[in-house]
């Protein structure tokens, strides 16, 4: 799903089950105090306090350093109970976020729930993101933004300690040892039970909210784990669900983090299939980008190299090891999107010529943005009570560019996290009669179509949508955001004319830092 919680030796630095369920840039979320529109559009102010059922929500606005503009809301806090077996005991707060239709002449009563990735990220903050694929969806309908429990406002299970970069200098006992610690530590740190920061209590905290705001139904959007998310919900709750879209489809079967490294590196032959198909980049990287990223590796995981880089946040110039890790944490994450796995060949033939600086530096860009992003604490609290114990080792994972230590340091870390427990049906596939909608990238490294077509077989009223060329989430990618508007609309996937769908095409890779050739 490297740097985040687990000790890495160089060859694993920076990789780790956070950045499997990513997106390539994240957002984050402002509770400016600017007073936002009423009606949820910009323009207007009130300073009139909202209510959306018997919930009272104040204006707020959400913003993201990596999104333009802010998008006027209205936020709230609800409380539930941490455990929900013992409803009368303590509580937690949920942070929500509400966008009431644009237009307010004629409001749908389903309101529409996105429910974002991860495992760790909050869906007020990752919102701004998308904000644009919903322009029709937010007609008639209200979006209800729940972090969910562990993320973003909502009792939040950061433990950033547990995610410390390594230099090489250590050995891999050495290092795993240390990110045991650190996670033990912040476990006892905690003034919550993260036993209880599951999927399982955090689609009870969802219905606990659509109960709060009157709705006898509503629609569903996940992306990425969010998908687990919708489906463990519309499974727990079918009379409470109209219809379903996921968007990077993970199957209820699966276990989290099992597949990654044998999924990148199938999305990573695809997409260097590009370059050998390409003469240009044929003729300036030889047309084997594969081999080169794995001499690159095995040369850095036998002897890392001391690289003067410019710091991405601060400008500062800093000399540091580059690490195999680091050219693994850049691979996987520049995968996910096809504008980002362009520019690998390039990359890789830079540093393979011993020009690290620009690798160094985006790696570390993107490792502090998903560190800040990610709360690790959460994805403990989901993976050690869903998936760990069901992890089995490989021999395939052996030669690929992830490698088989995210399931080895994950198990020693939930050893010592506390953690809760699954319904024994938990990983039943998702069947059901309701609408769905599934999206897959066709280069997706981390939920490749293959998983959408699993999960399609139980879903009689479900279709699944291949966007070509793409990778790791679809929702504003070509026509889909009409779409999913109309899929909103209708709740008929079937009779979807996806059509436009047809026009998107591959992004050529870069052969020097001008661009592509036409």
């Known amino acids: 799903m490297h740097r985040f919680g687990y000790a890495q030796r160089p060859r694993y630095a920076a990789l780790g089950l956070a950045a499997a369920f990513a997106v390539l840039a994240l957002a984050g979320c402002s509770n400016s105090g600017t007073p936002a529109a009423a009606s949820g559009g910009a323009g207007k102010t009130a300073a009139v306090k909202r209510h959306y059922g018997r919930i009272v929500f104040d204006p707020c606005t959400l913003s993201s350093a990596y999104a333009a503009g802010t998008i006027a809301a209205q936020c709230a806090t609800f409380k539930v109970p941490e455990n929900h077996a013992a409803p009368n005991g303590r509580t937690i707060d949920l942070h929500i976020a509400w966008l009431p239709p644009t237009d307010e002449s004629a409001v749908d009563d389903d309101p529409v729930f996105f429910l974002a990735g991860g495992p760790g990220q909050a869906a007020t903050e990752s919102w701004p993101l998308v904000d644009g694929a919903f322009r029709e969806v937010r007609k008639h309908r209200s979006i209800v933004l729940v972090d969910q429990r562990g993320t973003g406002r909502s009792t939040p299970l950061t433990c950033r300690d547990a995610a410390g970069d390594s230099d090489g200098s250590q050995s891999e006992q050495a290092m795993l040892d240390h990110s045991v610690a650190a996670v033990e530590r912040c476990a006892k740190s905690l003034k919550v039970d993260a036993r209880y920061f599951t999927t399982t209590d955090a689609i009870a905290d969802l219905d606990l909210v659509r109960t709060a705001i009157g709705a006898a139904k509503i629609d569903l959007v996940g992306v990425s784990y969010g998908t687990r998310v919708a489906q463990q919900y519309a499974g727990r709750y079918p009379q409470h669900t109209r219809a379903v879209v996921l968007d990077?489809?993970?199957?209820?079967?699966?276990?989290l983090g099992s597949e990654h490294a044998r999924n990148l590196d199938s999305a990573l032959a695809a997409q260097f299939k590009l370059c050998q198909q390409t003469p240009a980049c044929r003729a300036r990287f030889g047309g084997e980008p594969r081999e080169q990223l794995r001499r690159l590796m095995a040369r850095l995981q036998a002897a890392p190299v001391e690289v003067d880089y410019r710091d991405p946040s601060t400008g500062e110039q800093l000399r540091e090891k580059v690490t195999s890790g680091h050219v693994a944490m850049l691979t996987r994450m520049f995968s996910y999107a096809p504008e980002a796995a362009s520019l690998l060949p390039l990359m890789l033939n830079e540093a393979d010529q011993g020009r690290y600086a620009p690798l160094m530096s985006l790696s570390k860009?993107?490792?502090?943005?998903?560190?800040?992003?990610l709360n690790y604490g959460m994805q403990l609290s989901v993976t050690?009570?869903?998936?760990?114990?069901?992890?089995?080792?490989?021999?395939?994972?052996?030669?690929?560019?992830?490698g088989d230590a995210m399931t080895k340091v994950l198990q020693a870390q939930c050893k010592v996290w506390p953690t809760g427990q699954r319904p024994k049906d938990f990983h039943a596939p998702f069947a059901s009669p309701l609408p769905v909608l599934l999206l897959s990238g066709e280069l997706d490294p981390v939920t490749p179509p293959r998983y959408g077509e699993q999960v399609l077989k139980h879903l009689p009223n479900g279709r699944h949508l291949i966007l070509r060329g793409q990778g790791h989430g679809a929702l504003r990618i070509g026509c889909t955001p009409k779409l999913l508007g109309q899929f909103i609309e209708t709740a008929n996937a079937k009779q979807l004319d996806a059509r436009c769908l047809d026009a998107l095409g591959y992004v050529p890779p870069f052969v020097s830092f001008n661009g592509w050739e036409p």
């Open 365 to 373: 860009m993107l490792g502090n943005q998903l560190s800040e992003e």
């Open 384 to 402: 050690c009570a869903e998936d760990a114990d069901l992890f089995v080792a490989d021999p395939a994972d052996a030669d690929t560019v992830l």
């Open 248 to 255: 990077g489809v993970a199957p209820n079967e699966l276990v």
